[in-house]
Structures are given as structure tokens and as C-alpha cells.
């Protein structure tokens, strides 16, 4: 497999929208729990959300009817839809690709060995 990468953050105002890319070669098929998540000014690394192999995906309650998780397999990518931004959405966000253990790949749930991408930040301003 090869190196995750991430693109798309940048500024928004509340209420905006942005959209992540991460490519990542080789964990789109496979037995792979894709993830994003995020880690804001101060705070913990948060999960945001996750897709599963079989395209299953789940969020984490503060962006849920927000945030939209999905890939095209053709182009080895994931994306994150983010709608209605507002600034506790402020952090620098990450892929990570994370092998299948369990019966349901969980948000924020890293089993490992995970690999990453180098992450991209998202500024919201009010």
C-alpha cells in the first residue's frame, strides 16, 4: 500500500462547507477501516468518522447530519463532505487506514498497525 494524503482544508465561514480528499492507494479494497478524524487547538485527537470495506459508514455525534463520509474506488479516494461548518470544527484533520479487525470498523477506533496521512487543516471563522 502506499502513503495516504490528504488535501482540501482551508478557510470557511460558519455555516460554509469544505471538502477533504485523502488518497489512499491500495486501503480503498481490502479489508480496511477508513477513517477521518481531527484534532482542534488544545484538545484530544477526535474521531470523526469511518467507512467500512462494504461502504458502511458512522459518525461521531457532534458532526452527524453534517459531515458525509465517502469514496470512489476508481480514484483510490475518501472524502469528507463537511456542511455547515462552525468553529469548534476548527482543527488539523487526518486519514488513517486501519486493518478490520472487528465485526464493525468503529469512529475513532484504531486498532492498528494504522497508517496516516500527514493531515490538513480546516479554520472555521464565525
Known amino acids: 500500500q502506499g502513503r495516504l494524503m490528504e488535501s482540501g482544508g482551508g478557510s470557511a465561514q460558519s455555516g460554509g462547507s469544505l471538502r477533504l480528499s485523502c488518497v489512499a492507494p491500495?486501503?480503498?479494497?481490502?479489508?480496511?477501516?477508513l477513517h477521518w478524524l481531527r484534532q482542534g487547538p488544545g484538545k484530544a485527537r477526535e474521531g470523526v468518522a469511518v467507512?467500512?470495506?462494504?461502504?458502511?459508514?458512522a459518525y461521531a455525534n457532534s458532526v452527524e447530519g453534517r459531515f458525509t463520509i465517502f469514496r470512489d474506488v476508481d480514484k483510490s479516494t475518501v472524502f469528507l463532505q463537511m456542511n455547515g461548518l462552525n468553529t469548534e470544527d476548527t482543527a488539523t484533520y487526518l486519514c488513517?487506514?486501519?486493518?478490520?479487525?472487528?465485526?464493525?470498523?468503529?469512529?475513532?477506533?484504531?486498532?492498528?498497525?494504522?497508517?496516516w496521512g500527514q493531515g490538513t487543516q480546516v479554520i472555521v471563522s464565525a
Open positions: 467507512i467500512e470495506p462494504d461502504g458502511t459508514t
Open positions: 491500495g486501503y480503498i479494497v481490502g479489508s480496511y477501516c
Open positions: 488513517a487506514a486501519d486493518p478490520k479487525w472487528a465485526e464493525r470498523c468503529q469512529v475513532g477506533v484504531l486498532s492498528g498497525p494504522t497508517s
